[in-house]
Nanobody
Framework: QVQLVESGGGLVQAGGSLRLSCAAS????????FGWYRQAPGKERELVAT???????NYADSVKGRFTISRDSAKNTVYLQMNSLKPEDTAVYYC?????????WGRGTQVTVSS
């Protein structure tokens, strides 16, 4: 089993920055990819960014150039640096770990961007 715990969310003004962290524990050595997803009120959960073995990253168009996903393997932690935040970035952000065929999820951290 894999446990994921997010932290770093909060309230920030538009244009500000936040860094989310996802601490992974348990059997993490088989995780193929980590990702960040978000879910705004009344909307479906959507992909924000992923990072795969070799450091290959992928981003949603809406966050390209503003968000950066990274991983510190020594600390078993995945980060999401969010800059130039917009009110539409307001959502609960979830960390995801993928180990075929399993998906692991954290409980989420709230990010609120005020205008």
């Amino acid at each position: 089993q894999v446990q994921l715990v997010e932290s770093g969310g909060g309230l920030v003004q538009a244009g500000g920055s936040l860094r989310l962290s996802c601490a992974a524990s348990g059997r993490t050595f088989n995780i193929n990819a980590f990702g960040w997803y978000r879910q705004a009120p009344g909307k479906e959960r959507e992909l924000v960014a992923t990072i795969r073995s070799g450091g290959i990253t992928n981003y949603a168009d809406s966050v390209k150039g503003r968000f950066t996903i990274s991983r510190d393997s020594a600390k078993n932690t995945v980060y999401l640096q969010m800059n130039s935040l917009k009110p539409e970035d307001t959502a609960v952000y979830y960390c995801n770990g993928y180990e075929w065929p399993n998906d692991y999820w954290g409980r989420g951290t709230q990010v609120t961007v005020s205008s």
